[in-house]
């Protein structure tokens, strides 16, 4: 089940809106085939797996991290090649969320008289999916906030200098990272004050969508994202009024302007995010400013942390820290994070967080995993 995750591992956020998965056959202690969901649309894992072993999968296992599928869409069941096939036993690492398969593909697969195991490493085959399970449960996309911040919490000077706080090695690994995305979002602000790029160094296949927040409809029209526009789609997020003068004009240069409610003169975010869940997008990659990391974490819209922390000290009392606005006027009201884990990237900490909402609400934290 371990090797069914890695290779399930090779295609994350390829395949997104749907899950990452990876399968293997083993006859007699041996795997005759294997296989991996590599983008949407293409043969799911189990399918290839089962090819790839072709007659030696009568009488043998399978080993899938995703309960498979029992409905057709843009692919025919998997059920039924499994029991076309002649698998005796079926170990499953997690049934799969989604409504129209949760639970079917396992009972009907019980049903044809394969042997079927559920639940094996379930908790490590929920993790590389946990974008898919929050998007196909609730409808809008899994949010992850990354942070590069100094040691003593800033991720820019008094004076907006802000290039480079971490290593080399950290900002690699955010380029793989937003290989893995469907979208890097931003405040207007910190195009405005960075005129950020935010492609990937490291996609191969797809670049990720880039998304601005931009209540009044600021971004410049010369800013870098419009230079290489061919590369991803831009999205601008508005409430203003779709029909101006000023949102033809980003449309003209290629964005796909987003018009939706607002509160207070500020984009409704939970609307923003049911709009980006319409347009099947499954795992958001904020990376700034610290108005929006504030406002996503008040509104509850956070499910990941990522800090990277370079051993530097800046001060300064005006100098911008990670997260903004008003911030919690008491501790207990404060945003707990769980599931610790700590990597290096050369002289940086990367700490990576999930999300338990308010400390007053928290149960015990889990036990953290330091990892170097």
């Known amino acids: 089940m371990r090797m069914a995750i890695r290779l399930a591992g090779k295609a994350e956020g390829l395949t997104s809106p749907n899950p990452a998965v990876g399968a293997l056959v083993v006859k007699d202690d041996r795997v005759v085939g294997k296989g991996y969901h590599e983008r949407r649309g293409l043969p799911h894992a189990e399918v290839t797996a089962l090819k790839t072993a072709a007659s030696r ?16 869409g ?26 129209i398969t949760n639970g079917r593909g396992i009972a009907k697969l019980m049903r044809y008289g394969i042997k079927t195991s559920i639940g094996v490493l379930e908790e490590e085959a929920r ?38 706080i971490t290593s080399e090695e950290s900002r690699e690994y955010v380029h793989k ?14 195009v405005l004050k960075d005129d950020p790029l935010l492609l990937s160094k490291a996609a191969v296949k797809r670049q990720p969508a880039r998304i601005i927040v931009d209540s009044r409809l600021r971004t410049p029209l010369n800013a870098k994202l419009f230079s290489d526009i061919a590369s991803s789609q831009v999205i601008i997020a508005t409430a203003e009024d779709t029909g101006s003068g000023r949102s033809r004009t980003y449309t003209q240069r290629g964005a796909k302007v987003l018009n939706v409610k607002s509160r207070h003169g500020r984009i409704d975010l939970k609307s923003l995010f049911k709009a980006l869940g319409r347009l099947e997008m499954s795992h958001i990659l ?32 005006t100098a911008v820290t990670a997260v903004e606005g008003d911030g919690f006027a008491k501790i207990r009201k404060a945003v707990r994070l769980n599931n610790v884990t700590i990597k290096r990237f050369g002289h940086d900490l990367l700490i990576e967080a999930g999300v338990t909402r308010h400390c007053e609400d928290a149960k015990r934290p889990k036990q953290s995993l330091f990892r170097s």
């Open 177 to 190: 990272l937003r290989a893995k995305v469907d979208a890097v979002m931003v405040g207007v602000n910190t």
């Open 74 to 99: 843009m692919t025919p069941p998997c059920t039924d090649a499994i029991i076309k096939s002649g698998i005796k036993r079926a170990v499953i690492g997690m049934t799969d969320p989604n409504p």
């Open 57 to 72: 999968s009568k009488g043998a296992t399978l080993y899938v991290s995703l309960e498979p599928c029992d409905h057709f």
């Open 127 to 164: 993790r590389i999916n946990l974008p898919y399970i929050k998007y196909i449960t609730k409808k809008i996309p899994y949010v992850t906030v990354k942070v590069a911040e100094s040691i003593d919490g800033k991720i820019a000077t008094a004076t907006g200098d802000s290039r480079w």
């Open 286 to 317: 904020v990376e700034g400013g610290g108005e929006l990391i504030w406002s996503l974490v008040k509104e509850g819209l956070v499910d990941r942390f990522l800090f990277f922390i370079a051993p530097i000290i800046i001060g300064g009392r």
